[in-house]
């Protein structure tokens, strides 16, 4: 992103040439209590086509520690754009993700007894004054720096098992992991490092200084582990998926829900790695407006998450929105980038096209189908539930049975882990005529066109939509 782009971001709120249909540009650079809400305002709108460049705080870790924050992440408030109606759906190219912060700590976690009900989530409590969400402040560093303001006792829902200190070069292409001193110097001006956005309130978890790992080297490769449309219910941002929102059936605190309000749940907190620039996502509306918000930003991560968390990082996305009239979705579709694409989901080469023929001519065929990837994000309470939920989607909007699903994916695709316990997305090649008919072929081939050498009636390739699909 341009330097003047980013000085931009150091605005409050705002949008640019502002028209009856919505802005061509929202500026965001503010953020919520850690709970999506579709009944509180939203900003903007963004226009059809418009943009929305966003300066995103640092995800898990930060408002972890953060007992104020009611929902473990602190995403921004979610963006109208405008004419979106329930049973819409809006594409999100994703242009640009830059990352600000200089340096990060992450880890694998234990949950602090006694320091919440529930769940350490979204849940933090003070047993002294019976009070959810208390408020802290940070005195030092360490894993007892963040204390009650009521009574100066330790007050963080979660320490380390094994944690890290990473710093990054100047380009932010690599990251390498800090001894002792080092991890200690930067947690005494740990916002600084962090390049936290003036108006996120998280304390940073490079406060804690973690330096069990030291000297390892990690490639950077940012993507949104928050990126999405606002659920039709209040719920805690990082339980905005199947498997998060799981632990709020039936608990003992303010934000729990039934199991029939899972279905409100629009699986923005995805952690997939793919979900990165040049990618292009495609949310369902659950409420007017849709509510497009991002958050959770990382700068590096392998499939699963395995850890429980990553890198996390405040940074800068733009990302260009899309209206998509009735496309009813349950949840996220991926195109990803072609070389995030599972081997056998990659679009066919010449080469591989001219063995196909010679098979095609030997048994007297016709032809073959034609087709191109497309991802189905699913979520569950367990990976085994995901991987149902990513198979299900699918059937429902190609209109194909499970059990043909499950052929196209095991032969022409994969399903790949996004998080453990319970997020995957679900890849195969689906015929070009039912991606047509769906409304979904032209972003298709926006991403996939230029790797495909089949042949494609005029009818497919005619006509571009309102917003230039």
Not at 217 to 243: E, Y
Not at 371 to 380: A, E, K, R
Not at 411 to 421: C, D, L, N, Q, S
């Given at each position: 992103?341009?330097?003047?782009?980013?000085?931009?971001?150091?605005?409050?709120?705002?949008?640019?040439?502002?028209?009856?249909?919505?802005?061509?540009?929202?500026?965001?650079?503010?953020?919520?209590?850690?709970?999506?809400?579709?009944?509180?305002?939203?900003?903007?709108?963004?226009?059809?086509?418009?943009?929305?460049?966003?300066?995103?705080?640092?995800?898990?870790?930060?408002?972890?520690?953060?007992?104020?924050?009611?929902?473990?992440?602190?995403?921004?408030?979610?963006?109208?754009?405008?004419?979106?109606?329930?049973?819409?759906?809006?594409?999100?190219?994703?242009?640009?993700?830059?990352?600000?912060?200089?340096?990060?700590?992450?880890?694998?976690?234990?949950?602090?007894?006694?320091?919440?009900?529930?769940?350490?989530?979204?849940?933090?409590?003070?047993?002294?004054?019976?009070?959810?969400?208390?408020?802290?402040?940070?005195?030092?560093?360490?894993?007892?720096?963040?204390?009650?303001?009521?009574?100066?006792?330790?007050?963080?829902?979660?320490?380390?098992?094994?944690?890290?200190?990473?710093?990054?070069?100047?380009?932010?292409?690599?990251?390498?992991?800090?001894?002792?001193?080092?991890?200690?110097?930067?947690?005494?001006?740990?916002?600084?490092?962090?390049?936290?956005?003036?108006?996120?309130?998280?304390?940073?978890?490079?406060?804690?200084?973690?330096?069990?790992?030291?000297?390892?080297?990690?490639?950077?490769?940012?993507?949104?582990?928050?990126?999405?449309?606002?659920?039709?219910?209040?719920?805690?941002?990082?339980?905005?998926?199947?498997?998060?929102?799981?632990?709020?059936?039936?608990?003992?605190?303010?934000?729990?829900?039934?199991?029939?309000?899972?279905?409100?749940?629009t699986d923005g907190h995805m952690d997939i790695d793919h979900a990165r620039a040049g990618s292009i996502l495609i949310v369902p509306c659950k409420v007017k407006g849709c509510g497009i918000y991002f958050g959770d930003m990382h700068a590096m991560q392998g499939d699963g998450e395995i850890a429980g968390h990553t890198t996390d990082v405040a940074g800068t996305i733009t990302a260009q929105v899309h209206l998509l009239k009735n496309m009813k979705?349950?949840?996220?579709?991926?195109?990803?980038?072609?070389?995030?694409?599972?081997?056998?989901?990659?679009?066919?080469?010449?080469?591989?096209?001219?063995?196909?023929?010679?098979?095609?001519?030997?048994?007297?065929?016709?032809?073959?189908?034609?087709?191109?990837?497309?991802?189905?994000?699913?979520?569950?309470?367990?990976?085994?539930?995901?991987?149902?939920?990513?198979?299900?989607?699918?059937?429902?909007?190609?209109?194909?049975?499970?059990?043909?699903?499950?052929?196209?994916?095991?032969?022409?695709?994969?399903?790949?882990?996004?998080?453990?316990?319970?997020?995957?997305?679900v890849t195969l090649r689906a015929p070009i005529k039912v991606l047509e008919e769906k409304g979904l072929l032209k972003l298709a081939l926006e991403q996939y066109g230029q790797y495909f050498g089949g042949e494609l009636s005029s009818k497919s390739t005619s006509g571009q939509s309102k917003s230039g699909l």
């Open positions: 992103m341009a330097p003047h782009a980013v000085s931009l971001l150091l605005w409050s709120v705002c949008t640019r040439t502002v028209t009856a249909s919505g802005a061509e540009t929202v500026y965001v650079d503010k953020f919520t209590d850690g709970v999506l809400d579709p009944n509180k305002p939203f900003l903007g709108p963004v226009k059809d086509g418009g943009h929305i460049i966003a300066n995103t705080a640092p995800g898990c870790w930060g408002p972890m520690i953060t007992p104020h924050l009611r929902g473990g992440h602190e995403v921004t408030i979610p963006v109208e754009v405008a004419g979106a109606e329930v049973g819409d759906a809006v594409a999100i190219r994703i242009k640009d993700i830059t990352i600000t912060s200089m340096a990060t700590a992450s880890g694998n976690d234990y949950a602090v007894d006694g320091k919440f009900k529930g769940d350490p989530f979204c849940a933090a409590h003070h047993a002294g004054t019976n009070e959810f969400h208390p408020e802290t402040y940070v005195d030092g560093i360490g894993e007892d720096a963040i204390k009650y303001k009521s009574d100066g006792q330790s007050a963080t829902p979660f320490k380390f098992t094994n944690g890290y200190t990473m710093a990054f070069d100047t380009l932010r292409e690599v990251g390498v992991t800090l001894p002792k001193h080092a991890a200690e110097t930067i947690a005494r001006d740990a916002k600084h490092y962090h390049a936290m956005p003036a108006n996120s309130t998280q304390h940073s978890i490079l406060t804690f200084a973690p330096h069990h790992l030291v000297g390892v080297v990690g490639r950077t490769r940012p993507f949104m582990g928050q990126i999405g449309s606002c659920p039709s219910i209040p719920l805690p941002d990082s339980h905005n998926a199947g498997d998060f929102a799981t632990f709020l059936v039936g608990a003992p605190h303010p934000l729990a829900i039934t199991e029939d309000q899972m279905v409100h749940r979705l349950d949840g996220p579709i991926l195109f990803v980038e072609h070389e995030d694409l599972p081997f056998l989901a990659r679009p066919l080469s010449a080469k591989e096209r001219l063995r196909a023929a010679e098979v095609v001519k030997t048994w007297g065929m016709d032809g073959i189908e034609e087709s191109l990837p497309i991802s189905f994000v699913g979520t569950g309470g367990d990976l085994n539930k995901a991987t149902d939920n990513g198979l299900a989607r699918a059937a429902q909007v190609l209109g194909f049975s499970v059990a043909e699903v499950k052929n196209r994916a095991t032969i022409t695709g994969a399903v790949e882990i996004g998080r453990y316990p319970g997020v995957v997305h």
